[in-house]
């Protein structure tokens, strides 16, 4: 079959290093932004990475390496591509885009996992980021060494809206160790976000994806919520186990190896697609209610405004103090 596209580019990808079982190569990329649907919180995203090392045993977003004709279930965690670049183009990229837009990094991969000790992809995005002012970031990751960048963080958040979320599905080590095998452990998630708060970042915490009689019930979000809170996050989001087909073929062994009782149910509650509702979502919606009222977590990020912000007119009132993310 001949390659055609992004599949073609991988395969011809160099190889960047090998580490065990995992092996790097590079992905020459000429557009890191991506446009997102309408339903999303944010209008585009960037992965500077292709596969995730992290390996967490719910991830969606294995079917990527399917567009480069690759295994979908070993290969993501095996076969990791760190995307090539040019700063330069990166930055006319954003110079075509609205300054109201949100712009996301680590959507379907972790900007921080492994790989990116050696290859700083996504410090190098983000001294694009650094060098410019007035853009809406996110961030989102599993992993401490995004301490490494906090005085860049810092300089970004100066002049630009930024968020960066850890990803806590629970508190309990052994659990999130099976969930989630080589992400960084949950205290020292907790951790990362207090120092990153600390140093004025508005941190965020996403207990995602909720998982039915594993980690939804009141007293795991709870345990989730206070160390959130603890730590200085401003909001605690949320959303259900998403199971497409890609998911299952990894989490439905996995429940059978480490939980058998539940795998019958999760069968029967996933027998009519990849998303849950009705009646179970509702609970847990309120569940998530009434533990960020417990904490005093918001449920999205704040609108502030950075200290060298330069809003357009009709956005100037939408902002909350520069002070409000500040946790001490
Ligand atoms: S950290 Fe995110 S992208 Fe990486 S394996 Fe886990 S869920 Fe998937």
Redesign the pocket.
Known sequence: MELVGIARLAASGELLAAKRTVKYFELPTRRLLNRTSERMPFQWTINPYRG?????V?????YTHEFMELDAVRA??RKIFAKRFVAAGLAAELRKISRKDWIAI?T???PY?PAERRFEVTREILKVFGAGRGRRLSI????DLVLRDLELLQEIARANILHVNF?LTTMDQKLARLL?P??TRPELRIASARRLAQAGIQVGIFSNPIMPLLTDSEQSLDAVAGAAAEAGATFLASGLLFLKPCARQVFLPFLERHFPRLAPEYERLYRTGAFLGGEYAKRVRERLQRVRARHGLRDAPLEYAPELWEPEPEQASLFEPAGAVRSS
Not at 52 to 56: K, L, S, T, V, Y
Not at 58 to 62: E, G, L
Not at 140 to 143: L, M, R
């Open positions: 995730c090392e992290f390996g967490c719910y991830c969606y977003a294995r993501f965690e680590g379907a991969t972790d996992q989102t990751s599993k992993s990803t989630e080589r992400a």
